[in-house]
């Protein structure tokens, strides 16, 4: 029955040589599973528990939730063929669910690895342009700004008396983010060498290119991923990675959900929750390496 569902795919409907030959490759391998579990059993006699179990043998080898389901597409495609064409009398994969796709984790730096960054001098220099690049990425960490927040700041954002910034985020919606003593020390070492600087300077915003002008989030990108890669080995570097490590840090120091997401300007609490399951993974990580019998 494969090979007429197989000749069906190519000639009838014309689909490509590589949707044929992974739809082939599916079948022919839950085939190969009912059988081992019994020979007696047939396409027109398994149900849909053989289905899930075979689903579940998947994810148990490792298998992606997005690989079962596409193995579970085909089964449907040819029960559905199959039924049509009278070579089976019911479809028992019409009622089985699919598993739900993993949503991916976001990615974040170690707070060891942000300690190692920012605390030992060699890392950074004297000039201008490593200090903005200092500023900016203990900026990103201590606050959870988006890069056009960041880029977005002008000087009368920030409130040195009350230690906090004004920021406007998505939709001009804008919120106050606090900061603490050390980020105001940063900021105003900051201030005293772009002023030094540019004597003259045209613009309002916090941070200047070495040209004078408001800083891109193209050249911010540019300097966090640069000082992330002396610290970290992640493919991404990015300043979405310092934000996302704001949102674990505070959740793994014992912060609230519902204080992360004011901080970070999320519309839903739901947006937020993803960092509850990052670091929920690296509890366990904590517990299989701690515990003598995990």
């Known amino acids: 029955m494969i090979d007429k569902f197989i000749d069906y795919l190519r000639y009838e409907r014309n689909r490509s040589e590589l949707t044929v030959e992974s739809y082939g490759r599916s079948l022919r391998d839950f085939e190969t599973y009912f059988k081992n579990r019994d020979s007696q059993l047939s396409w027109e006699s398994v149900d849909s528990d053989i289905i899930r179990d075979w689903m579940e043998s998947m994810m148990d080898k490792g298998d992606m939730a997005s690989t079962v389901n596409r193995c579970l597409s085909a089964v449907r495609s040819f029960y559905r063929f199959a039924l049509s064409r009278g070579l089976v009398k019911h479809d028992p994969s019409h009622i089985v669910k699919g598993p739900k796709k993993q949503k991916m984790l976001p990615q974040y730096v170690r707070e060891n690895e942000m300690d190692r960054l920012l605390d030992i001098p060699e890392m950074w220099g004297d000039a201008y342009k490593d200090i903005r690049a200092r500023t900016i990425i203990i900026l990103i960490y201590e606050t959870g700004l988006r890069r056009s927040e960041l880029t977005g700041l002008n000087d009368a954002d920030v409130d040195f008396v009350s230690r906090q910034l004004k920021v406007t985020g998505k939709r001009n919606k804008q919120r106050v ?54 610290v970290t080995t992640m493919k991404k570097r990015s300043p979405h990675v310092l934000r996302h490590s704001f949102a674990t840090a505070m959740l793994n120091n014992g912060a609230g959900i519902e204080s992360v997401r004011k901080l970070l300007g999320h519309e839903s609490v739901a947006t937020t929750e993803i960092y509850t399951h990052t670091t929920f993974e690296q509890l366990k990580k904590v517990y299989k390496n701690a515990h003598p019998r995990a």
């Open 177 to 230: 983010i606090p900061f603490g003593e050390e980020m105001a020390a940063e900021l105003q070492h900051y201030i005293v060498a772009r002023n030094a600087q540019f004597e003259n300077r045209m613009e309002d915003a916090l941070f200047l290119s070495d040209k004078g002008r408001r800083v891109t989030p193209s050249q911010v990108y540019v300097t966090v991923r640069k000082y992330l890669s002396k």
